[in-house]
């Protein structure tokens, strides 16, 4: 559904839809994935704090699976820096 309403640009839809899957989601490494794209249309919807925080989550969640050199860690905090 998510991929439909991003289509539809309807964004902050999109992103509870996400954030619906987040919660069933067994497999933390997708989270991670879930989270970023959340965080997009949370900014294609001008909802900075929204955005943040799932730029923050997807950040945290990929330090605690990796570390802070791995390359998905480092994207997920260049994604979080292009926020700020």
Same mark, same amino acid.
């Not at 509870?16 to 919807?45: D, P, R, W």
């Not at 929204?50 to 905090?77: F, G, H, P, W």
């Not at 260049?78 to 926020?83: D, F, G, I, M, R």
């Given at each position: 559904?998510?991929? /439909? /309403?991003? +289509?539809?640009? @309807?964004?902050?839809?999109? !992103?509870?839809? /996400?954030? @619906? ?5 067994? &497999?933390?490494? %997708?989270?991670?994935? %879930?989270?970023t ?12 704090e929204?955005?943040i925080? !799932?730029s923050v989550d997807?950040?945290? /969640?990929?330090?605690? %699976?990796? @570390?802070?050199?791995?390359? &998905?860690?480092?994207?997920?905090l260049? @994604? %979080? !820096? +292009?926020?700020?």
């Amino acid at each position: 559904m998510a991929p /439909l /309403l991003t +289509q539809l640009e @309807n964004y902050s839809a999109a !992103a509870s839809c /996400l954030e @619906n899957v987040i919660k069933e989601e067994t &497999q933390e490494i %997708l989270k991670v994935g %879930l989270y970023t794209k959340m965080a997009g249309n949370f900014k294609k919807a001008d909802k900075e704090e929204e955005c943040i925080k !799932a730029s923050v989550d997807a950040y945290e /969640l990929m330090l605690k %699976l990796s @570390n802070a050199k791995d390359a &998905q860690t480092c994207r997920c905090l260049v @994604n %979080l !820096a +292009q926020v700020y």
